[in-house]
């Protein structure tokens, strides 16, 4: 049996009330009740990237996601409760007074769940972007009991499809400590990949940094054999000098990552066997937010003993790409143009020496940036890295079990190219 007309117009004052119950004291908002509209539909599991959900109230939840072009905001109640008045925002500036939502619609009959959509483009917003996303809805159940509830969560837009993301505010991976080391550097297209590391441009202050930092500390691998030392380094280390940036070494210990200099550009991760706290990865996230680039180098394993770090590190970060460990390529090898991928990275490049590299599973917004020698196996890509804080007590969860290392042929694991 329908609701009488007689229960509706009650409905719309008892809204009214509420509406007016929870505006600040001293504020009337603009009651006046917005019209039908259509749901915007949309389909999660067709997101670029994460789908994130955010309580709405006790009764509701918040979930938003990006296609292409669109950012899809939906409110449901939870059963029983259904909504009969919604509003939504979706900004780069935090949102007001909920009356003053952009998007709003008056649902007859109640719905359990209603989709909003916002062009990307009318909100300025390009992938890697932060968004403020808010939600706030009038709810009831079949046995007249009302609820208003509301819902805030910042999002950051979701890179679509194989367009490579935007230089700085990202996480360059490389397995491989050899692209970096004298031999590697022979190459004049490794001497390039250097220079495009730290010549980029970007929003955001790190943009015009004059610093780079390596970090070697936190029980460093390759640090420990010498194999990323001063020395082994020095052709990389007078290229980056030769561009008009210092280097610095920062040592950093679990736990000792509490800032970063604001005139530091891009920081490079050497191996690293101590677990970084969850502080530590968000000064990472503040760092890119501010246009700074984090070049993690890693190895495969069996030489590297800390692939669970990483890819923690990593899906901690924003990343969704894992290091599998898998060692392909050893001894020196120069990859032809084929295996190349266009990125800022690698503009200009023609190959690229490298030596004993592990493999790389990448995400739907991962981007790589080369393959191995059969062209089939990804062994370096760029993810945009996550600025959202992390809670200090977050645990990420495991997400790639490691195979034991084949042991044909036989890698020597006291050596980075695996001889």
């Not at 007001?96 to 990307?120: C, I, S």
């Not at 837009?157 to 491989?176: A, L, S």
């Not at 991760?269 to 990472?284: A, D, K, Q």
Request: a negative charge; charged letters at 15%.
């Amino acid at each position: 049996m329908g609701i009488s007309r007689h229960w509706r117009l009650g409905i719309v004052a008892l809204v009214a009330a509420l509406g007016a119950c929870s505006s600040p004291q001293g504020v009337k908002p603009n009651m006046a009740v917005p019209g039908p509209r259509d749901d915007a539909g949309g389909d999660p599991a067709q997101a670029c990237g994460k789908v994130t959900e955010a309580p709405l109230g006790q009764v509701g939840t918040l979930l938003v996601w990006n296609t292409q072009d669109t950012l899809f905001v939906r409110l449901s109640g939870v059963s029983p409760w259904q909504l009969t008045e919604s509003h939504a925002y979706a900004g780069t500036s935090a949102p007001g007074n909920w009356w003053d939502f952009p998007a709003q619609a008056v649902h007859d009959p109640y719905v359990g769940t209603f989709t909003y959509a916002f062009a990307l483009a009318d909100l300025g917003a390009n992938p890697g972007d932060t968004l403020h996303v808010a939600g706030h809805a009038f709810l009831m159940t079949p046995s007249y009991n009302f609820n208003e509830a509301q819902g805030h969560t910042e999002f950051v837009v979701n890179r679509c499809g194989t367009t490579p993301p935007p230089p700085g505010k990202d996480i360059v991976v490389f397995n491989d400590i050899n692209p970096f080391d004298n031999t590697g550097m022979a190459n004049d297209n490794n001497k390039l990949m250097v220079k495009n590391l730290v010549n980029y441009t970007t929003s955001g202050p790190r943009g015009t940094g004059t610093k780079v930092l390596f970090d070697r500390g936190r029980d460093s691998v390759c640090g420990g054999t010498g194999e990323c030392n001063d020395s082994n380094l020095s052709t990389m280390r007078s290229i980056i000098a030769g561009e008009g940036f210092a280097i610095e070494e920062l040592g950093s210990t679990a736990g000792s990552i509490t800032t970063l200099p604001a005139d530091v550009k891009v920081i490079f991760l050497w191996n690293p066997r101590e677990t970084f706290t969850n502080g530590e990865i968000n000064v990472f996230k503040q760092f890119a937010s501010e246009g700074g680039r984090v070049v993690f180098i890693g190895e495969w394993q069996g030489y590297y003993d800390a692939i669970t770090l990483e890819n923690d590190f990593l899906g901690k970060m924003g990343a969704v790409m894992t290091n599998t460990g898998q060692a392909v390529d050893c001894g020196y090898n120069t990859l032809p143009q084929a295996s190349l991928r266009p990125h800022q990275i690698t503009q200009g490049m023609t190959d690229v020496t490298i030596a004993c590299s592990s493999v790389l599973v990448p995400g739907p917004n991962d981007y790589p940036l080369y393959y191995d020698s059969s062209n089939t196996k990804v062994l370096s890509a760029v993810a945009t890295i996550d600025p959202t804080p992390l809670p200090l007590g977050f645990v990420q969860p495991a997400r790639v079990t490691m195979a034991p290392q084949s042991l044909h042929p036989l890698l020597n694991p006291s050596s980075a190219t695996g001889y």
